[in-house]
C-alpha cells in the first residue's frame, strides 16, 4: 500500500498531483540549434500519460557558451518558444506540470559543441573533457545573469510552470559555490558567502523577470565529492541563503561528474543519498526532492512517508518505465519494467549521442499505443534469455499465441550468469519483471527442453524465432583442455570458489568481471589481455569503477600479452620479446562468445519461418538482445 507517493502537493502555488517527479535529463533528443523535436515530444508525453506529478524538461543552455552536447536543448533564443510552447501544451493535456531546467555548462561545456572556449570562475582543467576554461570576469558575469533571467522569462512564455536552476553536479554555478574550482579573489570568490553571490544574483534575475506564481527551484549537490570540495555544512548555509531569496523548493544530488566514488551506479544502494536530502530537510522550511537511485515506489512511499523528504525523484526508472507512476497507483508493481542500474543511458550522453535504455526497447522511437494485431499467429520462441523474453512478451501483448522453451531449470539464460558478480544482483529484477508478464500474457514456457527437430515439428508452429544465445569461444592454446582450466561462463554459473593464484585470460567485460567475482570469494587473480586496453566493451561510466575496485584488490593486469602454452601449474606468455611464466593454479578462459546458430540452419532447411534475434546472431549486451527481441515480435 502506497500512503504518501501519490498525495498532492502544492509548491509556489502550483499543485501537483503525486510527488513523483522526473528530473532534468540531458536526453541528446534536442536539434542541433537547441530547439524542440517531435522526439523530444514525444518521450515526455509518454511519461506525463504515465502519471509523472512534475516533469523537469532540459537541461537546456541559457547562451550558447553553456552548451555541453550536441542534442542539448537550448532556451537562449526567442526563436525556440513556439517549439516549447507545443512541448508544455502536449504535457499539459495529461494533468502533469512542467517546469525547465536551465543549465550552463561553464568548465564541462565543450568547445568542439559551441565552437566557444569555456567559462569558469578560475581556469582550472576541467577532468571531464580536458578542456581549459577562460576565467570570467565581471562583466560577462553579469552578462550571464541577464541571460538567465531572460531565459526564465522565455520559459514562462512557452506555458512552463517553473524553471529550475541547476547549482550542482560540477556545472557553472556549482564551480562558482566550490572552493576546488573557484580561486577568485574578488567579490565572488574567496569566502562562501562571496562564492554564492553568483547563484544569489541569478536566483534574484529571475524572480525580477517572471511573476509570482511561476516555481524558481534550485538543485545543489550536498556533497560535491571532491577533494576539498563543498559538504553537507556548505550546502545547509547555501540553502538557507536560497530559502531567504524566496525559492519554492530545492532538490538534493551527490557528487559532480568528476568525483572519483560511485553516484548512480549500482554500487550505490537503492536510495543510498537520501540521508543528504533529511539533512537539508531537517534545516529548511522548502519542500526537499531526494534524488539518484531510487527506482522502487515502495521505496520511494517510504522516504516520502519517514519524513526524509517531500518528493522523490526517480529519473532513470522512468527512462526504462513511463507508465511506473500510473503501475504503483493502480497495484501493479510488478508489472514495471526495471531499471537494472546499468547507466548506459549516461555513458552514450557524454559520447555525444541520443540516449539509449538498455531494457526499453522503445525508447526514442514514437512511444505510442501498440495495436492489436488482425492475423493471430501460434510462434515458437527457442530460448529465454533477454532476446526470446523480449521477443515472447512482445509478440503475445499484440494477441499472437506463443510459446517458450528453453533447455535450463528457469528463465532469464545469460542474466542468470550476468547477475553474478559484484553489485550486478539488480539483473535479477529484469527477469523477475519478464515472469510476471509472461504469466500476464499467457505465454506458455516449457523449461529443462531441448529443442530437437522432431519437438519442434510436434508444435506445429507458423514461425519459429531462435534466440539460441552463444557458447564461450575455447583458444587454441597448448593445454586449454587441462582439469585447472575452466571458462568464465562455467565459473560465474556455478558459483565456483576458486582460491589461491587465478590467471584469467581475456581482459574484456567478462573477464574483469570474472575477476571481480573472483577476488570477493579469495582469489588472487591476474588478468591477461592482448590488447593495449582492458574493459573497452563496458560502457564508460561503469568501467573506471570497476577498473579502480580491481587495483584496489590488488588484481594485475598484463595488457599487450599473449598467452603461448597452460602447463599444471602455470601459464607462459610474450610480452613483448620477452617470454614469462606466471604460477598460476586455476586458469580462466573469458576470450569472448561465439553464436549457437546450427538448430537455426537445420530449421531453415526444413522450410519453416525462422527469425534470429541476440546472441546466435552476434554475441553483445542486453541491449541489443533486448532491442531484436522487440523489432522480431512487434513486426511478425
Not at 562583466?139 to 512564455?157: D, L, P, S
Not at 577568485?184 to 523577470?209: A, P
Not at 532513470?316 to 497495484?331: N, S
Not at 495495436?371 to 499467429?377: D, E, F, V
Amino acid at each position: 500500500m502506497l500512503n504518501y507517493l501519490f498525495k498532492p502537493i502544492t509548491i509556489g502555488g502550483v499543485e501537483l498531483k503525486n510527488r513523483i517527479v522526473m528530473p532534468g535529463l540531458m536526453m541528446g533528443y534536442a536539434d542541433s540549434d537547441g530547439s524542440v523535436t517531435n522526439q523530444l515530444i514525444n518521450f515526455y508525453v509518454e511519461r506525463a500519460k504515465g502519471g509523472v506529478g512534475l516533469i523537469t524538461v532540459g537541461g537546456a543552455y541559457p547562451e550558447l557558451r553553456g552548451k555541453t552536447h550536441p542534442g542539448m536543448l537550448g532556451i537562449h533564443s526567442d526563436s525556440l518558444i513556439n517549439g516549447y510552447r507545443e512541448l508544455t501544451d502536449s504535457i499539459k493535456k495529461f494533468g502533469s506540470k512542467v517546469i525547465l531546467q536551465i543549465l550552463h555548462g561553464g568548465r564541462y561545456a565543450r568547445s568542439s559543441v559551441s565552437g566557444i572556449q569555456p567559462i569558469a570562475p578560475s581556469s582550472i582543467p576541467s577532468r571531464l573533457t580536458g578542456e581549459i576554461p577562460r576565467e570570467i570576469n565581471r562583466e560577462e558575469i553579469r552578462e550571464v545573469e541577464k541571460n538567465y533571467g531572460e531565459a526564465a522569462y522565455r520559459a514562462y512564455q512557452a506555458g512552463f510552470d517553473g524553471v529550475e536552476i541547476l547549482a550542482g553536479t560540477g556545472y557553472l554555478i556549482s564551480e562558482f559555490l566550490s572552493p576546488v574550482t573557484n580561486k577568485r579573489t574578488d567579490e565572488y570568490g574567496g569566502s562562501l558567502e562571496n562564492r554564492v553571490r553568483f547563484l544569489v544574483e541569478i536566483i534574484e534575475e529571475v524572480k525580477k523577470k517572471t511573476p509570482s506564481r511561476f516555481i524558481v527551484g534550485c538543485r545543489i549537490s550536498a556533497e560535491e565529492y571532491m577533494d576539498g570540495g563543498n559538504t553537507i555544512n556548505e550546502a545547509k548555509t547555501i540553502v538557507k541563503r536560497l530559502e531567504e531569496l524566496g525559492i519554492h523548493y530545492v532538490s538534493v544530488v551527490a557528487g559532480w561528474h568528476e568525483s572519483q566514488r560511485p553516484l548512480i551506479t549500482r554500487e550505490v544502494p537503492q536510495g543510498g543519498f537520501v540521508d543528504l536530502a533529511y539533512e537539508i530537510k531537517r534545516n529548511t522550511s522548502l519542500p526537499v526532492i531526494a534524488c539518484i537511485r531510487i527506482k522502487n515506489p515502495v521505496i520511494a512511499d517510504k522516504i516520502i512517508g519517514d519524513g526524509k523528504a517531500d518528493m522523490v525523484s526517480m529519473g532513470r526508472a522512468l527512462i526504462a518505465d513511463p507508465e511506473l507512476p500510473r503501475k504503483a497507483f493502480e497495484g501493479r508493481i510488478n508489472e514495471i519494467r526495471p531499471c537494472i542500474g546499468c547507466v548506459h543511458c549516461l555513458s552514450v550522453v557524454f559520447q555525444g549521442l541520443r540516449v539509449e535504455c538498455t531494457v526499453n526497447p522503445r525508447l526514442g522511437m514514437k512511444e505510442t499505443e501498440i495495436n492489436p494485431t488482425r492475423n493471430t499467429r501460434k510462434i515458437l520462441v527457442i530460448g529465454a534469455g533477454p532476446a526470446g523474453l523480449e521477443a515472447a512478451v512482445t509478440a503475445a501483448s499484440i494477441g499472437h499465441k506463443v510459446v517458450v522453451i528453453d533447455k535450463g531449470e528457469s528463465i532469464g539464460g545469460m542474466l542468470k550468469i550476468a547477475s553474478k558478480p559484484p553489485y550486478k544482483e539488480e539483473l535479477h529484477d529484469l527477469i523477475d519483471f519478464y515472469n510476471t508478464i509472461i504469466n500476464k500474457y499467457g505465454v506458455k514456457v516449457v523449461l529443462n527442453r531441448e529443442a530437437d527437430e522432431d519437438y519442434v515439428k510436434s508444435l506445429n508452429p507458423d514461425i519459429i524465432i531462435l534466440a539460441l544465445g552463444a557458447s564461450p569461444i575455447i583458444p587454441d592454446i597448448p593445454g586449454v583442455n587441462l582439469p585447472h582450466v575452466r571458462t568464465a561462463i562455467e565459473v560465474l554459473e556455478k558459483k565456483l570458489t576458486l582460491i589461491g593464484n587465478i590467471v584469467v585470460i581475456g581482459g574484456g567485460g567478462i573477464g574483469l568481471e570474472t575477476a571481480d567475482y573472483i577476488t570477493s570469494k579469495g582469489g588472487n587473480v591476474t588478468i591477461i589481455e592482448m590488447l593495449s586496453r582492458v574493459g573497452l566493451d563496458l560502457d564508460l561510466a561503469v568501467r573506471w569503477i570497476i577498473l579502480k575496485r580491481l587495483r584496489e584488490k590488488g588484481v594485475k593486469i598484463l595488457t599487450e600479452t599473449r598467452v603461448k602454452e597452460i602447463t599444471s601449474n602455470s601459464v607462459i606468455v610474450d610480452i613483448g620479446r620477452e617470454q614469462f611464466k606466471i604460477e598460476t593454479d586455476h586458469v580462466v578462459l573469458a576470450v569472448g562468445m561465439r553464436p549457437n546458430n546450427k538448430l537455426a540452419e537445420n530449421l531453415s532447411k526444413i522450410g519453416y519461418k525462422t527469425y534470429m534475434i541476440g546472441d546466435c546472431i552476434k554475441p553483445a549486451r542486453i541491449l541489443e538482445a533486448v532491442r531484436d527481441g522487440y523489432r522480431v515480435g512487434i513486426n511478425i
